[in-house]
């Protein structure tokens, strides 16, 4: 069984939607109909995967727990909704399988009429068994910081948390991130260490940077994230590299995006990157269509 303390190594190779195929497509036809913001873990020889599902004015209105026996087909074991969550949307969750056999499942919450967002967590024996009902809030923002998206992991007997976090002082820069970094010795109770990954002027990802996959390599941290110049890129970032010597300082690598479309107006991102048992990646990330509907895309990146 692979659980968190065993992350994957990281190909060379960029994600390419014409190399991927669909694993998820848009839940309506309206516009802002999307599927995409994955969580992946394999679990012996299947994987199992979070997402969240989101429709036009409902916004995202339910995460999916799916299982897979061959990464691309999944089965539905659970549909949490926002109702459930006591929130006004729900965005990237992040699915992890504890040492111990157990699940926990870290949710991005918004708050009703505000801006603000919150991180809460789910326990469950299984992972068809999250009872919204028990949930708390690990991470709860204030009133001038919104914190989503997590990234979740386990090295070495410490759990790491990498978030986006906005800020809220200003009404009309909101949608401005960087990604915070957070340690824990219980994965429950987060203390803040750094800001890991920042903008940066004049580049590609100017306006904002959002981790959204992080891997422990034998002499650095591996991370990739989504990043936008303008505001007008906000739910259109492409995916870029960073790297740094630890998990709370990370440096963006290159000048151009990894994955995405050129122009920025087709986005790729949430990439999320999986092992097998024998240690052979798979990559799930979300990706808009030409119609303007977002897709969650699977692909192998040594095929």
């Given at each position: 069984?692979?659980t968190?303390?065993?992350?994957p190594?990281?190909?060379?190779?960029?994600?390419?939607?014409?190399?991927?195929?669909?694993?998820v497509?848009?839940?309506?036809?309206?516009?802002?109909?999307?599927?995409?913001a994955?969580?992946?873990v394999?679990?012996?020889?299947?994987?199992?995967?979070?997402?969240?599902?989101?429709?036009?004015?409902?916004?995202?209105?339910?995460?999916?727990?799916?299982?897979?026996?061959?990464?691309?087909?999944?089965?539905?074991?659970?549909?949490?909704?926002?109702?459930?969550?006591?929130?006004?949307?729900?965005?990237?969750?992040?699915?992890?399988l504890?040492?111990?056999?157990?699940?926990?499942?870290?949710?991005?919450?918004?708050?009703?009429?505000?801006?603000?967002?919150?991180?809460?967590?789910?326990?469950?024996?299984?992972?068809?068994?999250?009872?919204?009902?028990?949930?708390?809030?690990?991470?709860?923002?204030?009133?001038?910081?919104?914190?989503?998206?997590?990234?979740?992991?386990?090295?070495?007997?410490?759990?790491h948390?990498?978030?986006?976090?906005?800020?809220?002082?200003?009404?009309?820069?909101?949608?401005?991130?960087?990604?915070?970094?957070?340690?824990?010795?219980?994965?429950?109770?987060?203390?803040?260490?750094?800001?890991?990954?920042?903008?940066?002027?004049?580049?590609?990802?100017?306006?904002?940077?959002?981790v959204?996959?992080v891997?422990?390599?034998?002499?650095?941290?591996v991370?990739?994230?989504?990043?936008?110049?303008?505001?007008?890129?906000?739910?259109?970032?492409?995916?870029?590299?960073?790297?740094?010597?630890?998990?709370?300082?990370?440096?963006?690598?290159?000048?151009?995006?990894?994955?995405?479309g050129?122009?920025?107006?087709?986005?790729?991102?949430?990439?999320?990157?999986?092992?097998?048992?024998?240690?052979?990646?798979?990559?799930?990330?979300?990706?808009?269509?030409?119609?303007?509907?977002?897709?969650?895309?699977?692909?192998?990146?040594?095929?």
């Amino acid at each position: 069984m692979i659980t968190e303390d065993f992350p994957p190594r990281l190909s060379g190779r960029a994600p390419t939607a014409d190399r991927s195929v669909v694993v998820v497509g848009p839940p309506g036809r309206e516009p802002g109909s999307w599927a995409g913001a994955p969580s992946a873990v394999c679990d012996g020889d299947e994987i199992v995967l979070a997402y969240r599902l989101r429709g036009g004015r409902r916004r995202g209105y339910a995460v999916v727990v799916a299982r897979s026996a061959d990464g691309v087909h999944f089965e539905t074991m659970q549909l949490i909704t926002k109702e459930e969550m006591d929130a006004e949307s729900l965005e990237r969750p992040a699915l992890v399988l504890t040492q111990a056999g157990g699940w926990r499942l870290y949710m991005s919450c918004a708050t009703r009429g505000t801006k603000h967002w919150r991180i809460e967590l789910m326990e469950a024996p299984a992972p068809d068994a999250f009872d919204p009902a028990k949930r708390e809030v690990v991470l709860p923002g204030d009133a001038g910081s919104a914190v989503k998206d997590p990234v979740v992991t386990r090295q070495d007997g410490t759990w790491h948390l990498w978030a986006s976090v906005h800020p809220l002082a200003d009404a009309v820069n909101t949608d401005r991130m960087t990604t915070d970094y957070f340690r824990s010795h219980d994965g429950v109770d987060w203390t803040w260490q750094a800001h890991a990954l920042t903008p940066r002027p004049g580049k590609w990802d100017a306006r904002g940077v959002r981790v959204t996959a992080v891997r422990f390599e034998p002499d650095r941290v591996v991370a990739h994230y989504d990043g936008r110049a303008t505001a007008a890129q906000n739910f259109e970032e492409r995916t870029g590299l960073a790297t740094g010597t630890g998990p709370a300082a990370l440096a963006a690598n290159g000048s151009v995006p990894l994955g995405g479309g050129a122009d920025g107006t087709l986005g790729l991102r949430y990439l999320d990157i999986v092992a097998d048992r024998d240690g052979r990646e798979r990559w799930y990330y979300e990706v808009t269509r030409p119609d303007g509907l977002h897709e969650l895309r699977t692909e192998l990146p040594e095929a």
